[in-house]
Nanobody, 126 residues
């Protein structure tokens, strides 16, 4: 059973940067597609970025394209989200998710992901 733990959230001013990290344990995620989602109060959970197990496909939501970068480390079993030029509308709880199906495409719907972390809060002040 895969356990995912996010870290790195916090409070930052608009225009600032944060790096989120997702660390997996219990099972290797090297064959899993990985993604970051976020959810703010009163809104549905939304896709932020994802990467296939081979790193051959990388997707970003239009709202974060050019500002966020996803990366993964096959030795440390981590998936990071580097967030630059943060905006108040980026404020949300950010979740790491794992899709074990190994397809060569990144799913943008949360239902495709079987394993989730507990989330980390990101607050961007104006």
């Amino acid at each position: 059973q895969v356990q995912l733990v996010e870290s790195g959230g916090g409070v930052v001013q608009a225009g600032g940067s944060l790096e989120l990290s997702c660390t997996a344990s219990g099972h290797s995620i090297n064959s899993y597609n990985m993604a970051w989602f976020r959810q703010s109060p009163g809104k549905e959970r939304e896709f932020v970025s994802g990467m296939t197990w081979s790193r051959s496909v990388v997707l970003y939501a239009d709202s974060v394209k050019g500002r966020f970068t996803i990366s993964r480390d096959y030795v440390k079993y981590t998936v990071d989200l580097h967030m630059n030029s943060l905006k108040p509308e980026d404020t949300a709880v950010y979740y790491c998710a794992a899709d074990p199906n190994g397809l060569n495409k990144v799913a943008m719907n949360s239902g495709a992901y079987e394993h989730w972390g507990q989330g980390t809060q990101v607050t961007v002040s104006s």
